[in-house]
């Protein structure tokens, strides 16, 4: 469900019963959108498509994972195709700034699909790769531009983009935006735009004071939509958080990935140094993992995410910026290995999963230091997450959500530290399913102790 608020009305939307149609768009749009399977629009759509209709200015509240892309590029398209698509060269009518190149292709994708028979032309550009392809692109004339800000600056400086005639801006992942230092470059270009009779639709996953700014002073009496986290983090995804000490987390790590090594995973960690050592580690344990980071070359990153999508590589390990903007459906696990600094990131993380009403696994990793974080993110929430120890991996320290740390009485555990052996290397060919030998007390597959309460956010 989402909310909508309107100047002075805040009403909800009731997220059954509504087809594309009834939301106003276009006959062939509902027609592509019946080809690319879409059957219902989600809440984000319900609440902005109309309004976007409308010619109002959006701020809204979602994040990845709800269907926000189709929610602004939908109406958008419709908008743009309302007047005579002029051919050949032209001037983009659509702006949509996305964060990260990642973002700006997926998002692009979308575009292509959507805008499928429609006669508008579309082009990405973002940097890390040569200006000319991007240059020619945009001399052939463009209806739609998905850009990441930098690159878009440059293009304007070597004027080889007129952004004269942008009628509708989009400016998606805006906190993504600002936490990259992109708020000075969003101004410039929010200054080079028209501003009359310009539409500009905001969707960000928080509002941040910054954000808000923007939004003040750049947005006309823009209508609000949020869609809570609770909403939008989708029932079906099943949150488990095991705790377990800093230094045993990448042995639990392998421990749970080896109870079905085809399950492809992607794996969070906090730093681009930590998602290396954790991607070589799994590696030398035999499964096939790689790392996607920022100091990764743009050419690596692909690489990396075209092996996981095409199941070459069943275990990416990526920071959160250069997560953004993965776009791979029915994704069945999620694994905080370090639970996220900003809570709102957890959300992120696990949008990658549970997705289309699909069910998924977000399972995160806890060392006793990592309460407070704990706290943070079921303080968004609004629930708390199963706490399900691992037999054998049990922390030192219990996890205690204020932050001070206690030693755990459990008789034991000395003992299970010592009895613990490194998990064995998995057969050649990459399968890392060799279950654990069963050491003692240790069953030969993952055990999860049942937990004294689960619950499904
Ligand atoms: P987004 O939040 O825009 O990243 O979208 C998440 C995923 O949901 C993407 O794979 C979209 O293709 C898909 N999607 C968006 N809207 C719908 C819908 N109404 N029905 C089914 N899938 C959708």
Redesign the pocket.
Known sequence: MATVTAPRAVYTIKDTLMTFASLGLAPALVRTLEQI??????PI?QGAIPLVLEGRDVLAGAQ???????AFALPMLQRLSSASVVRGARAPRGLILTPTRELAIQVHE?VQAYAKGSGLASTQIFGGVGMQPQVQALRRGVDVLVATPGRLIDHVEQRTLDLSKIEILVLDEADRMLDMGFLPAIRRILAMLPRNNRQTLLFSATFAPEIKDIAHKFMREPAEIQVTPQNSVVASIEHRVHPVDSSNKRELLLHLIAADSRRQTLVFTRTKHGANRLSEYLEKAGVRSAAIHGNKSQSARVKALDGFKSGAVTVLVATDIAARGI?I?DLPLVVNFDLPTIAEDYVHRIGRTG??GRSGEAISLASPEEGPLLRDIQRLLKQELALVPISGFEPSQALRLDGSLKIARRPGHAEAQRNRRPPRKPSPGGNASAPRQNQGHKPAHPSVSKPSQRRVV
Request: aromatic letters at 6%; hydrophobic letters at 10%; a neutral charge.
């Open positions: 399977g879409y059957a219902t629009p989600t759509q990845t994972g709800t269907g926000k892309t189709a979308n776009d459906d997705r289309n």
